[in-house]
């Protein structure tokens, strides 16, 4: 009987923990994770330039986001990111399980929340190629799946796997890579590049404005992960959280923008540079005042 219990026993914790070890050693990606079930949809047909000619190199896990894997191209210049569609999917017992009429219904508005989110995504993904192609680095967005591209994708995840993926078939999205705003700012503060330090500061500056002029908002607008720099402009990196706003149009809510969104950026100016944190409060005046 203690055997049978300790059997018991060592089952479960197997089926508790090796999902966990897996996720944590493959970050959760899996081919079936990036394919699409969802039927055409002309709402998320996109207007894209040509696709670009970078899939002579492989692409190397990176990291993984809220929405997407990332990888990282052979020669460190794009990343290629692929939607994580299991995570608008049911788990297949919840999915398929016949389940009584309260059950049911509960199922129901779970995934109308799913698709509801998917519906809020791909639209903020659609806007940005469309309208920010230049403020976000943007060079492609497939959201629906289609049979014109005749490509494959050579990815390597991250337990040095090769894959090769069929771009028609998923969604994805491919950006130029930018590195990241503060350690940016940071290694032109250690090479005393004060000059270039400032223009960047004024672009990310320019480019809240930029985005809020178009009547554009940014729901997850946070210097510290989602602004990079790509040859010391600013760009916006996660393009997942963005709606048309008209009132971003108005020079008072551009205002409050700016200085919400620079709040951060100016502590950590202060910290390490008290000439830049100065710069930054000048320039801010500048622009409210334009």
Not at 125 to 152: C, M, P, R, W
Not at 203 to 219: P, Q
Not at 256 to 285: G, N, V
């Amino acid at each position: 009987m203690i055997k049978r219990i300790s059997q018991l026993l060592l089952l479960a914790l197997a089926i508790h923990y090796i999902p966990k070890f897996c996720r944590s050693k493959t970050a959760g990606f899996t081919i079936p994770n990036i394919q699409s079930h969802l039927a055409y949809n002309s709402d998320w047909e996109v207007a894209n330039p040509p696709l670009p000619e970078i899939f002579n190199q492989s692409f190397s896990y990176f990291s993984a986001g809220g929405q997407c894997y990332v990888f990282l191209s052979e020669d460190g210049n794009y990343v290629l990111k692929f939607f994580k569609h299991h995570q608008r999917r049911l788990p297949f017992l919840v999915e398929y399980l016949p389940l009584p009429a309260k059950w049911a219904a509960k199922r129901e508005k779970q995934r109308a929340r799913r698709l509801k989110k998917l519906q809020r995504d791909y639209r903020s993904y659609k806007l940005a190629i469309e309208q920010l192609e230049e403020e976000t680095g943007l060079l492609y967005v497939h959201l629906n799946q289609t049979t014109d591209l005749k490509k494959s994708a050579r990815i390597i995840d991250k337990l040095n796997i090769t894959h090769r993926v069929p771009l028609d078939q998923v969604g994805f999205i491919v950006q130029k890579r930018a590195s990241l705003a503060l350690p940016h700012l940071s290694e032109l503060i250690e090479a005393h590049d004060i000059p270039l330090a400032k223009s960047a500061i004024e672009s990310v500056c320019n480019l809240i404005l930029t985005r809020c002029e178009k009547g554009i908002y940014d729901e997850d607008a946070k210097i510290h992960r989602n602004f990079g720099f790509i040859d010391n402009r600013a760009i916006l990196i996660d393009v997942g959280r963005l709606r048309p706003d008209p009132r971003r149009t108005d020079p008072k809510i551009q205002q409050a923008d700016l200085f919400k969104i620079t709040k951060r950026l100016d502590d950590y100016l202060s910290s390490m540079s008290p000439e830049l944190s100065e710069h930054l409060h000048t320039y801010l005046q500048e622009r409210i005042h334009d």
